[in-house]
């Protein structure tokens, strides 16, 4: 399953694992202080311990999660001497982990090693172009009232961009029949 970040929560992930599906799904980036360095801690550099309810930050404190998912780790950043790179709130590094945190964890350590970068970064251009193609003018908004007539109209568009694109390619009719060189 090749898909772009929009797809790439974790309850999608889980979802298409227990349909038997191989997803290469670039993951969501994660989010990075604008009032830190270039060198600041992500999530990915805290260690989490999903069975017994614990993470430990790169400096070695660990605190318990939260049944709401929240590991806090407050007076503990106090004195720190790697607080610059990992927080700039004086309260203290928090941590807020969803429930499908570790199919996320999975999916950015893979990508990272270039596990699916190679088939995503082969078959996105094309997708991403075909959707390009399709909302061109004024195609971005229905034209129509009812589901039932814009999904005629849209139908007949991608058949248009679909016939234009065989074309392209060299579509011809040769001995009574429809082929591709």
Request: glycine letters at 8%; proline letters at 4%; a positive charge.
């Amino acid at each position: 399953m090749l898909a772009d970040s929009a797809y790439g929560s974790g309850e999608v992930r889980a979802a298409l694992a227990h349909a038997g599906h191989r997803a290469a799904i670039k993951p969501i980036p994660l989010r990075r202080n604008p009032k830190l360095g270039a060198d600041q801690f992500t999530r990915d550099d805290f260690i989490i311990d999903h069975a017994a309810r614990t993470a430990t930050c790169p400096s070695g404190h660990t605190v318990t999660i939260t049944p709401a998912g929240r590991a806090t780790f407050g007076a503990r950043c106090q004195g720190c001497p790697l607080r610059s790179r990992c927080t700039a709130r004086t309260e203290g590094r928090a941590l807020t982990l969803g429930a499908r945190d570790v199919e996320l964890v999975v999916a950015r350590r893979a990508w990272s090693n270039g596990d699916f970068a190679h088939d995503y970064r082969h078959c996105r251009p094309m997708v991403e172009r075909s959707i390009a193609w399709l909302v061109t003018k004024g195609n971005r908004r229905v034209r129509y009232r009812g589901v039932e007539r814009n999904q005629h109209g849209l139908a007949t568009r991608v058949a248009a961009i679909n016939l234009r694109r065989l074309l392209n390619l060299g579509l011809h009719h040769h001995n009574g029949a429809w082929a591709l060189p």
